[in-house]
């Protein structure tokens, strides 16, 4: 009985409980760090194995129904700028044909206008069940100093401690994001099952034609002026096959007909402003908007489009001080904070003479006194961004390292290109380049090392069929480089006769 109590008092001794309390999180210390030495130790072994058995670009076997090249981005890679058939991927195309290999390779646009690095990696992943690429090419961060789209709304951007800088360097850490993301992503893909099932299988689509079904029609919803759904979708379709084939005038043509068959339609009206636009035309993109917007439109969601499209076709065409308005209109119709800031910024230069401190203080008022202070804080959060690089690259490379692995777990080449322009985001696409050994195509000082280089510029900025076109050859001529073309067509070789 004494002995019994005795080993009670021994058990209940605090002294007894803290050191077995500490020995059991010494233990898990322990457990952590050989784990954290191990994935170490592996990484390093795999990289260096990997990078001697082959090059970047010809890891994977070529697959029998032809070479892929998915062309990933934002606007750079959707072609804003010029028409559509001067885009990169549609001149590299064209490149590839002309050198004898267009029957070899197949080129994928999937530029998304406005995206940021979030969006590209998501429609990256998407994407490769359905086109199954054997290359992609990414051109993407530009946007993220004014897109959020997909970042927390929690308190993201203040600079991070030291000590979350270190735990966001352990491999241990890293690890568990992976299983947590993958988890993520896989029930975020079962429970899109029934939606990616049910899209078209249209490589291109038109940002712009996002159109309601109700009845078996499509429509606006103030206006009630019906279009048919057969309608629509033919238009939809010729809409694709004229922009393929550099016919956007006969788009235009198109809708002005159906226009006056269902006069009011404010779904053809955008789409015809859009077009406008798509063809470089922005005088007429402007002068129909105001028609629009004075005599039909009076949808919130359908005026915030509209005044979107004049922001952008005024500040290409310089009309600094009507872009700068269109800036207080759009906020009236709706709190589109990202295009705000970004447009804000692009229009404050030394032409306009505006100050971007002084009018992001008007703008910021006026997001107050519309929204509240949850939208001056999302802002806000930009202001801090931009005089914040270092945590904008933290965001940017993040997004790339995912892309480069999602590439290298399937199988796949990647590129990385940085913008023909000074951005934000180049020096963090050539640090991820050059830590993980990828191949990088430095459009940027190609770009700087040819005289009188603003011949490649459209007004707003993008490159027009020119720069574009310089953007094709520098990837040609790296693919060429790399091996990709003979690499290619001998396994078009052996294919035909295995066959």
């Known amino acids: 009985m004494r002995r019994l109590s005795a080993i009670n008092r021994e058990t209940d001794n605090p002294g007894n409980i803290l050191t077995k309390i500490f020995l059991v999180f010494f233990g898990i210390i322990f457990l952590l760090f050989i784990l954290e030495v191990s994935l170490r130790l592996s990484g390093g072994i795999y990289t260096k194995i990997n990078n001697r058995q082959s090059s970047p670009l010809t890891q994977t076997k070529y697959s029998s129904g032809g070479f892929t090249i998915l062309c990933l981005g934002d606007s750079y890679t959707y072609g804003l700028g010029t028409t559509y058939e001067n885009n990169y991927p549609f001149q590299l195309a064209r490149i590839l044909e002309r050198r004898g290999q267009g029957n070899l390779f197949s080129v994928v646009n999937l530029g998304s206008p406005g995206g940021n690095t979030w969006r590209t990696s998501k429609i990256f992943k998407e994407s490769i069940s359905k086109n199954k690429p054997d290359l992609v090419i990414v051109m993407a961060g530009h946007n993220n100093s004014w897109n959020m789209e997909g970042e927390p709304d929690s308190d993201l951007y203040p600079p991070l401690s030291k000590l979350e800088k ?30 990616i099932n049910n899209t078209s299988g249209t490589e291109i689509k038109n940002p712009s034609l996002e159109s309601r079904q109700e009845y078996g029609k499509f429509y606006d919803p103030k206006q009630q002026v019906y279009v048919p759904k057969a309608e ?55 002068r129909y908007a105001d028609h629009v917007i004075d005599n039909c439109c009076t949808d919130q969601n359908d005026r915030q489009y509209i005044h979107l499209q004049l922001l952008y076709s ?19 119709n709706a709190p589109a904070i990202g295009e705000v800031f970004s447009e804000l910024r692009a229009i404050c230069n030394n032409e306009s003479g505006m100050n971007f401190g002084e ?40 997004d790339l390292f995912g892309m480069v692995a999602t590439a290298k777990n399937n199988g796949i080449r990647i590129i990385l290109m940085t913008y023909p322009h000074h951005s934000l985001a180049n020096p963090a696409i050539r640090n991820v380049a050059e830590q993980n050994r990828v191949v990088l195509i430095d459009n940027q000082s190609i770009f700087e090392g040819i ?15 020119d720069g574009y076109k310089l953007i094709a050859e520098n990837i040609f001529n790296t693919i060429d480089q790399a091996g990709i073309l003979s690499y290619a067509a001998d396994a078009r070789t052996e294919n035909r006769k295995e066959k």
């Open 359 to 398: 009018e992001a203080r008007e703008v910021r008022n006026l997001i107050d006194k519309l929204y509240g202070n949850e939208m001056v804080v999302k802002f806000s959060r930009l202001q801090y961004l931009m005089s914040h690089q270092d945590k904008l690259s933290e965001i940017i490379s993040a």
């Open 232 to 286: 629509w979708e033919d238009l939809a379709r010729s809409i694709i096959e004229y922009k393929q084939t550099a016919q956007i005038s006969l788009a235009i043509g198109r809708i002005k007909k159906l226009l006056d068959k269902y006069p009011g339609s404010c779904q053809l009206e955008k789409e015809l402003i859009w077009l406008y636009r798509e063809s470089g035309d922005d005088d007429a993109a402007i």
């Open 166 to 195: 270190i735990i966001s360097g352990l491999r241990v850490y890293k690890l568990g994001l992976f299983i947590v993301s993958g988890l993520q992503d896989k029930i975020a893909r079962l429970s899109a099952k029934n939606m």
């Open 314 to 332: 005024y500040r290409a065409t310089r009309s600094w001080l009507a872009a700068r308005k269109e800036i207080d209109l759009l906020l009236e």
């Open 451 to 465: 005289t009188q280089n603003e011949r490649l510029f459209a007004a707003d900025k993008h490159c027009n069929a």
